[in-house]
């Protein structure tokens, strides 16, 4: 006889997944036999590269820095091959079966709302909206940092598309609750919170930083923090469901995301350190995890940090 | 994560085609690669043309903006390594057939050499478009190996590519491998041709690189990539491969045949 291990699937509205735990924009995601890997190595739910309307080489390399256990700092510049070629990948992904949610940016709420109506129409079941990309007016300042940004991007991509819409909060801001309410009060049906850390590492025999383009996102375990407080200031703010993100690789660490507040989680970094076969892997452990903790399902878990402080 | 060091050494293999030596100290296997920086310019996937002791190097031939640049790179210049990544030829075949076109021969001479120093025999066809631009000749001569030549303009050996005179030697010989490294186009053509006459074929393959870490899809090839699961990989995967032969990615992802301008 099997013996009983918690239920992993979860919706985020009205999006079933089979379980919590999704491929993160960036990650794996530029090819869709790679989406379709990803599927298959058992994650919930893919998220594409975040695609623009033009193909973008990204910036030159360098453009990432490793630290090991701890982390990753990245500028990779948005490389994506643009609007009018990546639908294909995603067909390749769909036709594997998997579950995509689709990542677009831009630089105002015009073009994000452009985007998002073609990548809808690929099939994507849900849109998630990469909010740290450069502002097309504000040099250099994230186009998501603004809670009036927020709202007015979220609104116009949600007049015009049907399918839910998630907006993804940076950490970069003094008050990512704040961001993901206006995000709420434009329609969005879920955020995910975080994205990447703004950081830098400078060579110091060569007097320079490291990264071509300077500044980048850190990422992996030593976000871990950062990400879990924004999650649980966000839970507290907003009714939406919130997908936790933010150097998860264990299943302690999906675990904690969940009861700050988390629904669904993405996990990014983890798969440079352990191969796609993270997400089978972690899919055993939380099942399991959730099990000994003396939870029958994830969504018992969800919050359940904010009931028991005192 | 990165070591940064002076260039040691710089040595004009061909025309187009320099070595650049550095002291690097780990332990890297042939067929494995580094991302070379090259500060203020890029950061390159290169393989390695020398994988022994301390002092390691690439050979880079020139083809894009950096490649060119590197071609007069002053000794002393400081450099980024970090690697070695990848995976390595198995050097357990007896009699191997190498088979490089252009710049491949970087990533196989430090293969043959050690497996030649194991006592393997070795039979290399080497392509280039002119005689002065046949990489590593005199190397694989003094390994001990059997080297026929082919060049496009007829410069030296045979006229024609290299692939025809591979298919000639898997005809006359026995060879318990083959190890190849080109243009994509050749390693196919060779591929195909030696697997029919049941000797397996390992290629190094090389694509557009980024994080070199398995993460961001840059060097995507089919389901593999070519950082964690390759650069070696036996063509039986590789065939199959609806993009092998035929197309790679630009930096953006945007996928472009061969031969593309």
């Known amino acids: 006889m099997d013996s009983v291990v918690a239920e992993l699937a979860v919706r985020i509205g009205p999006v079933a997944l089979r379980n919590p735990l999704l491929l993160a924009s960036g990650i794996w995601g530029e090819s869709g036999a790679s989406l379709a890997g ?23 390399n360098p453009t990432v820095e490793s630290y090991g256990d701890w982390g990753m700092l990245n500028a990779m510049g948005l490389p994506n091959p643009g609007m009018d070629e990546y639908p294909r990948e995603i067909a390749v992904a769909r036709d594997a079966g998997a579950t995509v949610i689709g990542s677009v940016f831009g630089g105002d709420a015009a073009e994000f709302a452009r985007l998002g109506k073609r990548m809808a129409a690929t099939g994507v079941v849900a849109l998630e ?149 993270v997400f089978g892997r972690l899919a055993t452990e939380l099942s399991e995890r959730l099990d000994a903790l003396g939870f029958r399902s994830v969504d018992r878990v969800v919050g359940i940090a904010h009931e028991t402080r005192r | 994560m990165r070591s940064v060091v002076p260039v040691t050494e710089r040595v004009l293999e061909t025309p187009s085609t320099v070595t650049l030596r550095f002291d690097f100290a780990p332990r890297a296997d042939p067929g494995q690669f580094v991302m070379i920086w090259f500060p203020g310019d890029d950061e390159l996937p290169m393989s390695l043309s020398y994988t022994e002791g301390t002092r390691k190097g690439v050979t880079i031939k020139a083809m894009g903006t950096t490649s060119q640049n590197v071609q007069n790179l002053a000794v002393g210049s400081p450099v980024g390594i970090r690697g070695p990544y990848g995976n390595r030829f198995d050097l357990a075949a007896r009699r191997v ?143 199959p491969l609806e993009e092998f032969g035929r197309s790679h990615r630009d930096p953006s992802g945007r996928r472009v045949p061969f031969g593309a301008r």
């Open chain 1, 129 to 277: 909206l990469n909010l740290s990309c450069p502002h097309a007016e504000g040099y250099g300042t994230e186009v998501g940092s603004e809670p009036a940004d927020v709202e007015e991007i979220v609104r116009a991509v949600t007049r015009e598309v049907r399918i839910p819409v998630i907006a993804k909060i940076t950490p970069n801001s003094p008050d990512p609750a704040a961001l993901a309410a206006a995000a709420e009060k434009g329609g969005a049906a879920a955020v995910s919170a975080i994205n990447t850390v703004r950081a830098l590492a400078i060579d110091v025999t060569l007097r320079r930083p490291v990264l071509a383009h300077g500044l980048g996102g850190l990422s992996g375990p030593a976000i871990k923090p950062v990400g879990l407080a924004c999650v649980w200031q966000i839970f507290e703010r907003v009714s939406i469901p919130v997908i936790g993100v933010g150097g998860i690789s264990t299943a302690d660490d999906a675990v904690e995301y969940l009861m700050a507040g988390a629904r669904a989680l993405e996990i990014g970094t983890a798969v440079t350190q352990g191969g796609i076969s």
């Open chain 2, 97 to 239: 057939l190498v088979v490089g076109g252009g710049s491949g021969s970087a990533v196989l001479a430090p293969a043959a050499e050690l497996a030649a120093a194991r006592g393997a025999r070795l039979t290399v066809a080497l392509g280039a478009t002119h005689a002065d631009e046949l990489l590593f000749r005199e190397r694989f001569d003094q390994m001990g190996a059997r080297v026929e030549v082919a060049t496009d303009d007829g410069s030296d050996g045979t006229k024609g590519f290299v692939t025809l005179v591979a298919e000639r030697l898997l005809d006359s010989e026995e060879f318990d491998a083959v190890w190849t490294c080109g243009p994509e186009v050749m390693m196919e053509k060779v591929a195909r041709a030696a697997g029919p006459r049941g000797v397996p074929v390992y290629c190094s393959v090389e694509r557009h690189m980024k994080c070199a870490l398995g993460m961001c899809d840059a060097c995507a090839l089919g389901p593999l990539h070519v950082c964690v699961d390759g650069p070696v990989f036996p063509a039986e995967r590789l065939l």
């Open chain 1, 38 to 60: 990803a599927w298959q190595a058992g994650a919930g739910g893919v998220i594409t590269k975040s695609i623009g309307e033009r193909p973008r080489p990204g910036y030159p």
